[in-house]
């Protein structure tokens, strides 16, 4: 199966800074998603990234607060922008592979103070 | 949007017992997964099921795809304390986009 490398793997950042988080894949993949884990809750998708072209949102995100780059099949990222203590959440990428079904790269972990 | 209901939230188990959770949506899915993720760390897949029907097995634990494509159950046979973690199912459509449910928290006592 794919192998994730995320980084960073945890932040801890002042409230109206800007955060960004890498997701490096070991392999060409098409699809790549964007997680995001409140505190003691299960993961909600953010959007999923496409390469060479505009990011697919979610109900509820948008791509002013989410900014997402997919400038190739092996990398992504996803920008926490003008954070807020809400904002507080593991964020996790995820790819499809086939044959292997679907990854998760280990997250970030942020906190906004 | 779609939502996954999983049951039950929390289970306190002895040591070899064996454990059973389940999941049900009122939207169809083409795939079911079953996740565990320990903390710190992102979920892992367990078992992932693509047909209605399927009964599969990894190791210790058995998943079966509902007749339906409205739900899925994980069994656990024979706990061990490195069970111990949150399990998720999701269910996935053709577009390859997760609906996870809110996830069972399993404590294994020695």
């Known amino acids: 199966s794919a192998v994730i490398s995320q980084k960073p793997s945890r932040d801890i950042c002042q409230r109206g800074t800007s955060l960004t988080i890498q997701c490096q894949v070991d392999?060409?993949?098409?699809?790549m998603f964007w997680y995001r884990q409140q505190p003691g809750q299960s993961l909600t998708l953010i959007a999923t990234?496409?390469?060479?072209?505009?990011?697919?949102?979610e109900s509820g995100f948008v791509i002013d607060k989410f900014p997402i780059s997919r400038p190739n099949l092996t990398f992504s990222t996803l920008t926490v922008s003008n954070m807020s203590p809400e904002d507080s959440s593991i964020y996790l990428c995820?790819?499809?592979?086939?044959?292997?079904?679907?990854?998760f790269g280990s997250g970030t972990r942020l906190t906004v103070v | 949007g779609q939502q996954l209901n999983q049951s039950p939230q929390s289970m306190f188990i002895q040591e070899g017992e064996d454990v059973s959770m389940n999941c049900t949506s009122s939207?169809?899915?083409?795939?079911w997964l079953w996740y565990k993720q320990d903390p710190g760390e992102g979920p892992v897949l367990l078992i992932a099921?693509?047909?209605?029907?399927e009964l599969t097995s990894n190791g210790r634990l058995t998943a079966q795809f509902g007749i339906t494509r409205k739900d899925s159950f994980l069994n656990i046979s024979a706990s061990i304390p490195s069970d111990v973690g949150i399990y998720f199912c999701?269910?996935?459509?053709?577009?390859?986009?997760?609906?996870f449910g809110d996830g069972t928290t399993l404590t294994v006592k020695p």
């Open positions: 999701a269910g996935n459509t053709n577009a390859g986009k997760s609906t």
């Open positions: 995820s790819v499809v592979t086939a044959g292997y079904g679907y990854t």
């Open positions: 392999s060409q993949v098409t699809m």
């Open positions: 939207s169809i899915f083409n795939t």
């Open positions: 099921l693509y047909k209605a029907g």
């Open positions: 990234a496409n390469q060479g072209s505009e990011a697919t949102y």
